[in-house]
């Protein structure tokens, strides 16, 4: 739709990306700022299943949830 096409264009995503980019980066955030859990992180921020989250995660940032939590403290 016209919508996406603008959308991709000025942020480079398509919508249901861009959503997803400001959820892993919030679980990030999270991730470096607080003790909660990765399972708690990844309900907090959307996900229903620790190991999509995690998947997720690991194909926007790089590495697993733990590893990013343990190379950031």
């Known amino acids: 739709s016209l919508f996406k096409e603008r959308f991709r264009a000025a942020y480079g995503l398509s ?3 861009y959503r997803r980019q400001c959820r892993i980066e919030e679980a990030a955030r ?4 607080t003790d909660d859990s990765v ?3 990844a309900a907090q921020v959307g996900y229903r299943n620790p190991s999509k989250f995690a ?3 690991a194909e926007v940032i790089g590495q697993a ?3 990013y939590r ?3 403290r």
Request: no cysteine; proline share 11%.
């Open 65 to 67: 949830p733990s590893a």
């Open 55 to 57: 998947a997720a995660f």
């Open 15 to 17: 919508p249901m990306a």
């Open 30 to 33: 999270r991730l470096e700022r």
């Open 70 to 72: 343990t190379a950031r």
């Open 39 to 41: 399972a708690h992180i």
